[in-house]
Nanobody, 124 residues
Framework: QVQLVESGGGLVQAGGSLRLSCAAS????????MGWFRQVPGKEREFVAS????????YYADSVKGRFTISRDNAKNTVYLQMNSLKPEDTAVYYC?????????????????WGQGTQVTVSS
C-alpha cells in the first residue's frame, strides 16, 4: 500500500504561483511513477503532469506546459508541482497519484494509488 498526502493548495490571484507537495509512504518512493491530476465538479479528472522514477522523464498536459513544473525529491519521498502564471481555469481539486509499474503514465487508470486532493482556487 502507498499513502499519499497532498499539501500546498489555497487561494491565489491570477498570474500568481503555488507549489503543491505530495508526501508518499508505504513503499520505496524511488520505485514509483508519480503524477498530478485535477478535477472540477461535474467534469472528468484531468491529467496535469507525471514524472518517472528517477525524475529523468516528465510529461505535461498541453494546457499547463510552460507554466507548471513537476519534480521529485527521492530522499524526501516527495513530489512537487510548481504552478506559475496561474489562470482562473486552473481552479480545481488537485490529486497526487502513484504507481509502481514502468510506463508512460498520463491516464488516471494507469495509477493505482491516490491522495485525498487539495483545493486550488485562482481568482480573476
Amino acid at each position: 500500500q502507498v499513502q499519499l498526502v497532498e499539501s500546498g493548495g489555497g487561494l491565489v490571484q491570477a498570474g500568481g504561483s503555488l507549489r503543491l507537495s505530495c508526501a508518499a509512504s508505504g513503499r520505496t518512493f524511488s520505485s514509483l511513477v508519480m503524477g498530478w491530476f485535477r478535477q472540477v465538479p461535474g467534469k472528468e479528472r484531468e491529467f496535469v503532469a507525471s514524472i518517472s522514477w528517477s525524475g529523468g522523464a516528465t510529461y505535461y498536459a498541453d494546457s499547463v506546459k510552460g507554466r507548471f513544473t513537476i519534480s521529485r525529491d527521492n530522499a524526501k519521498n516527495t513530489v512537487y508541482l510548481q504552478m506559475n502564471s496561474l489562470k482562473p481555469e486552473d481552479t480545481a481539486v488537485y490529486y497526487c497519484a502513484a504507481d509502481p509499474r514502468i510506463g508512460f503514465h498520463t491516464r488516471d487508470f494507469e495509477f493505482g494509488y491516490w491522495g485525498q486532493g487539495t483545493q486550488v482556487t485562482v481568482s480573476s
